[in-house]
């Protein structure tokens, strides 16, 4: 078993992949009446504080949704607050996440985002493409959709350069996303109350366990999680056959 910082313990064995869409930034910042950068301020805290807890659950990877294709079309001073939030987060923290064993990658498409965000991603990715004690991958101007279609078009370069064959199979398009790599998503975890997948991760979920749980972003820790992994451990899994396999010998 693994001792919380609360006293309460839980099993080390559970998902290995967890994604996260962190909803609810605005509703609590309305709630206390302060502009809705307040709430996505406090989403970081809430996010460091997550994946620092995330190996102590016995997670070896987690994904999280920081900003999706269609974000764009919020206010133009909430972009640009969210833009600089990422900015300083891949700024700030990458000392810690090389220091600490974090891989970092940033899923979603460069194209669109402002140079120096794409050179802050590419720095933080480069110092910490060593470490394998815990992959972070944030989702960054990214959409499900997108990532497919993106994966379609490296297929079919590649097709057209001679260098691999038609037809598509499932294998080389996974291996087109930017998720490549990464272990199978076992567990999806949106907050907030809304029960919605959000174009994230599509192809990633197909397996996955899904968890709503009702607790705002900002207000989302240790304990939260723990929640989530011990409601993953309760399900079965079946992987479209007849055999249950609990979750947590799913593998
Ligand atoms: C959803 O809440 C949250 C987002 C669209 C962005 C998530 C961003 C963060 C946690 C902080 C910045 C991220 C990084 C990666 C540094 P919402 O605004 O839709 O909330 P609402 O549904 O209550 O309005």
């Not at 309305?30 to 102590?56: F, I, S």
């Not at 691999?164 to 998720?179: F, H, Q």
């Not at 997948?197 to 240790?222: H, K, R």
Request: contains cysteine.
């Amino acid at each position: 078993m693994t001792a919380l910082a609360d006293g309460r313990s839980v099993s080390p064995v559970g998902p290995r992949h967890v994604a996260i869409i962190m909803d609810g930034n605005g509703r609590w910042a309305k709630a206390r009446g302060l502009p809705r950068v307040m709430g996505h301020r406090e989403g970081v805290k809430a996010l460091k504080r997550t994946v620092e807890a995330a190996p102590r659950l016995g997670l070896q990877c987690m994904t999280v949704f920081g900003f999706s294709t269609e974000n764009w079309s919020r206010p133009a001073d909430e972009v640009s607050d969210l833009m600089g939030l990422v900015r300083n987060y891949l700024t700030s923290d990458v000392d810690r996440m090389e220091r600490e064993g974090v891989r970092l990658r940033v899923l979603g498409r460069r194209r669109g985002l402002p140079a120096d965000i794409v050179e802050i991603i590419e720095r933080a990715e480069a110092r910490t493409a060593q470490n394998t004690r815990f992959i972070l991958q944030v989702a960054f101007n990214y959409g499900g959709r997108a990532d497919i279609v993106d994966a379609v078009h490296r297929h079919v370069e590649l097709v057209m350069a001679g260098e691999i064959r038609w037809p598509l199979v499932e294998k080389t398009l996974g291996a087109g996303l930017s998720t490549a790599g990464a272990p199978d998503v076992d567990l999806i975890i949106r907050t907030s109350g809304e029960k919605r997948l959000s174009n994230f991760l599509l192809w990633e979920a197909a397996y996955a366990e899904m968890v709503f749980q009702d607790i705002l972003w900002p207000d989302y820790g240790e304990a939260a999680l723990a929640e989530a992994v011990v409601a993953f451990g309760a399900r079965e899994r079946r992987f479209g056959g007849v055999e249950a396999r609990t979750a947590m010998a799913a593998g």
